[in-house]
């Protein structure tokens, strides 16, 4: 599975942007999709993950994740973004539903949020 992540930039603080990760290879119907972000000098954090079946968790309420499967695409909604969400994003994908970014097998190259306040 390969995964292109995709639709970062520079926001100002209460705007929005979607990301976008889309799949090419096996579909990723097959996988849980996942968020994650890392900031300078952190860990990478779970963000949002979403199941096969479509059932979804995201630990930002602001934050929602979605996917279309005819499209192989997965989508992470942000609103009313802070500076602290400033951080690079990548859609990951696992066998398994979990939180921990040890867990999830394929990644994408990451793209850049920065938030301005």
């Known amino acids: 599975v390969q995964l292109q992540a995709s639709g970062g930039g520079l926001v100002q603080a209460g705007g929005s942007l979607r990301l976008s990760c889309a799949a090419s290879g096996r579909t990723f119907s097959s996988y849980v999709m996942g968020w994650f972000r890392q900031a300078p000098g952190k860990d990478r954090e779970f963000v949002a993950a979403i199941t096969r079946s479509g059932i979804s968790n995201s630990v930002k309420g602001r934050f929602t994740i979605s996917g279309d499967n005819a499209k192989n695409t997965v989508y992470l909604q942000m609103n009313s973004l802070k500076p602290e969400d400033t951080a690079v994003y990548y859609c990951?994908?696992?066998?398994?539903?979990?939180?921990?970014?040890?867990?999830?097998?394929?990644w994408g190259q990451g793209t850049q949020v920065t938030v301005s306040s």
């Open positions: 990951a994908a696992s066998s398994i539903y979990s939180t921990s970014p040890t867990r999830y097998d394929y």
